[in-house]
């Protein structure tokens, strides 16, 4: 079978490898010195977009529309991009052989590929019901959201079962957005989740209340503290009905669920050091092993900030730890160094009209303020969390490009409070200010 080398290979080919391209290309590579390897068919494009204008009903959003590096601003790389740099891109080859010791990958088809330099970037697979041995979850159009097959498979359901019935398992990220865009394209939606309240990891009671009141609002039907425990199917394998531990019944045309990513790291279970559920990095996003980077999601890195090490499963950290990454590795091959990573974490959702932004670290007591009445028209709040008499952490929904910016510096800058009463009355102004 074939063996190609490369000086560089980035496997994954997800946003950060497409950041960690751009990177290359700017900071210069001679032309078949990069490679991709991505299982997936198509060059690398903003994950974010498939959950919602993806699957909007009208003006959906479309490759090359989405191609990696538009959402951050910047100049889509199109197929044709890569050709002119000289990076070959290996697409549709899952690499399923990793041996670091002799620098080779192994494709399912049997080619290999040798590197000097790799950069591991191949994100994380969604948890499956059946893998819990849930009953009846491998029946049809019971569906999971990861990658574009996976959007184009809901797509079709969306289109085979028109103004039919959806249930939604999972309350955090895919949850909320899922269920927003499937109510759009009028489906009768109905959300399953264990929590006393959704995305528990990051809202507070608080929070939550106002989502799930403006969801309410919207048609969504919420059912909490409970979970799927089966599902029934017709003679066809179609789901018909999904059956929760409380013994409710709930009628079911589509199933989609959101309840958890997993990092994927098993290619290189024992080779490299791990950590937190994620690979080992450095400050520059090098493993243990000399010469191997991991960036994105798969990353477990030193959070300068809160000085601890953490792994982040959103978009922005991927592009910036691509970034850092790839400026690392090209100055130290001229013998210099670059500044440490020093990641203030950022997480953000969209869906209905709503867009919210979260800077920092969720931790301590929390102050709730602004207009969190759902049935506003132009509903504008947030949340303060206080730790040691210091905010480390701000949320806002509705706020201008403005506003937040002024709360990512709150969290950056983590401003003394004495008096949480007069931070709650002063909310967006304490920000302004700082
Ligand atoms: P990513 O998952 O992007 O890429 C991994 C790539 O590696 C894929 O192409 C995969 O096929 C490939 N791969 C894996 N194993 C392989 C193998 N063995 N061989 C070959 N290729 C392999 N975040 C946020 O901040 N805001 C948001 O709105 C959203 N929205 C959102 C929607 C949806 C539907 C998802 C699934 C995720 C989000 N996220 C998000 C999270 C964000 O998209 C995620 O953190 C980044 O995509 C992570 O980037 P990576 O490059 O690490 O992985
Ligand atoms: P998540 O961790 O956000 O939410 C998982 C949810 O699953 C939990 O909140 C819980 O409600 C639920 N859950 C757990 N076990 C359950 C069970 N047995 N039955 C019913 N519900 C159960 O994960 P996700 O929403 O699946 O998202 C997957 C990945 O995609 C994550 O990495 C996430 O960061 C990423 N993502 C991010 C965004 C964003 O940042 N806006 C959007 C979409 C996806």
């Not at 080859?93 to 080619?111: N, P, R």
């Not at 009846?136 to 999971?144: E, H, P, Q, T, V």
């Not at 990641?343 to 929390?366: C, E, H, I, K, M």
């Not at 947030?382 to 040691?388: A, H, N, R, V």
């Amino acid at each position: 079978m074939a063996e190609k080398h490369f000086k560089y290979v980035i496997l994954g080919g997800g946003v950060a490898a497409g950041y960690a391209a751009r990177e290359f290309a700017k900071q210069g590579i001679n032309k078949g010195e990069l490679a991709i390897i991505s299982k997936e068919a198509v060059a690398p494009y903003e994950r974010p977009a498939l959950s919602k204008g993806y699957l909007f009903p009208q003006g959906a959003a479309r490759l090359p529309g989405f191609h990696t590096c538009v959402g951050s601003g910047g100049e889509r790389l199109l197929p044709e991009w890569y050709e002119e740099k000289g990076i070959e891109l290996i697409l549709s080859t899952e690499i399923v052989k990793a041996d670091l010791s002799s620098k080779s990958l192994t494709s399912a088809a049997g080619s290999t590929f040798t590197y000097d330099i790799l950069i591991i970037a191949t994100g994380s697979s969604v948890i499956k019901l059946t893998d819990f041995g849930v009953q009846g979850a491998d029946a049809n159009n019971i569906l999971y959201l990861r990658e574009i097959d996976d959007a184009d498979k809901l797509v079709a359901a969306i289109q085979a079962k028109k103004d039919g019935k959806a249930v939604i398992v999972g309350g955090g990220y895919i949850g909320l957005e899922l269920s927003a865009v499937l109510r759009l394209n009028n489906l009768d939606v109905t959300m399953v989740y264990p929590e006393p309240w959704c995305m528990p990891r990051l809202f507070t009671a608080g929070i939550a209340a106002f989502y799930e009141g403006y969801y309410a609002n919207k048609g969504v039907k919420i059912v909490k503290g409970t979970v799927a425990v089966g599902f029934d199917s017709d003679s066809n394998g179609d789901v018909t009905a999904v059956k929760l531990k409380d013994g409710r019944v709930l009628d079911a045309d589509i199933v989609v669920v959101g309840v958890g990513g997993r990092p994927l790291t098993s290619l290189f279970k024992g080779q490299l050091a791990e950590e937190k559920g994620g690979i080992k990095t450095d400050a520059f996003f090098q493993t243990s092993v000399p010469g191997v980077y991991a960036v994105g999601d798969v990353a477990t890195f030193p959070m300068m900030l809160y000085g601890d090490l953490r792994r982040v499963e959103h978009v922005d950290h991927s592009r910036k730890s691509a970034e850092q990454a790839v400026k690392a590795i090209k100055a130290s091959e001229e013998g210099k160094s670059v500044e440490e990573y020093d990641y203030l974490p950022y997480f953000y959702s969209r869906s209905f009209d709503l867009a919210w932004q979260f800077y920092g670290d969720n931790v301590g007591d929390t102050v709730l303020f602004g207009d969190n009445d759902p049935a506003s028209a132009k509903p504008k709040f947030g949340s303060y969390w206080i730790k040691d008499g210091k905010i480390f952490g701000a949320f806002l929904e509705g706020g201008s490009a403005d506003e937040n910016n002024a709360i990512a510096k709150v969290a950056r800058v983590q401003p003394a409070v004495s008096d949480l009463n007069v931070l709650t009355q002063e909310g967006l102004q304490f920000a302004a200010k700082i």
